[in-house]
Every structure is written in C-alpha cells, then in structure tokens.
C-alpha cells in the first residue's frame, strides 16, 4: 500500500505563515515529483506547487512568492509546503500528490497518489 500522509494544517491570521509537511510511504521504488494542490469550497481543486526528483519547482500564479516547496535532505520521501504571508483566500484543504514507482498488489508500477487533505484556515 503506498500513502501519502499530510499534516501541518491548522487556523492561522492574515500576514502569518504556516508549514506543511507530507510523508510518503509504502514499498516506493522512485518518486518523480511530489505536488500540493488545494480545494477551496466550491472551487476547482488548483496546482500550487510541484517538486520534480531533479529538483525543479513550478508553482501556481497565487502561490508564487509567499510559498515555498522543498524535500527533507534526509529523507526523501517527505515534502515541505512553507506558506508565508497569507491571505484568507488561501483557506482552503491542501492536497499532497506523489507520481511514484512502487510496489502494489506485488508489482512494481507508475502511480499517482493522493493524500486526503489537511486543512488550512487564514483568519482573524
């Protein structure tokens, strides 16, 4: 069974920071990339930011100089989303996606996994 497993989420004021973290576990043979998305309610679930295995980032336009992804040094299979000045239309639950390489139902294959989402409220 391969997871993604996310935390960090909480309420938060306008202006201040947050961080999330997201684990991957499970027989996992290669992560190519590792992603944060978000769903507001009633919104369309959005990219906010992606981490490819050769280390590059891409981020969606609301994301782009408040957020930060980065990978644990250590261990790779663990993924940070640092979220500064935020705003109240960041509220919303955050999503991790792994694009992986491992082992289901005793073969190795490409999958995507999705963790189930921590939730993050910016308010006063």
């Known amino acids: 069974q391969v997871e993604m497993v996310e935390s960090g989420g909480g309420l938060v004021e306008p202006g201040g920071s947050l961080r999330l973290f997201c684990v991957a576990s499970?027989?996992?043979?290669?992560?190519?990339?590792m992603a944060w998305y978000r769903q507001s309610p009633g919104k369309m679930r959005e990219s906010v930011a992606v981490?490819?295995?050769?280390?590059?980032?891409?981020y969606g336009d609301s994301a782009k100089g408040r957020f930060t992804i980065s990978r644990d040094n250590l261990r790779k299979n663990t993924v940070y989303l640092q979220m500064n000045s935020l705003k109240p239309e960041d509220t919303a639950v955050y999503y991790c996606k792994g694009d992986v390489y491992a082992k289901v139902d005793g073969r190795y294959r490409r999958l995507e996994v999705w963790g189930h989402g921590t939730l993050v409220t910016v308010s006063s």
């Open positions: 499970g027989t996992i043979d290669a992560i190519y990339t």
């Open positions: 981490l490819t295995d050769g280390g590059a980032r891409d």
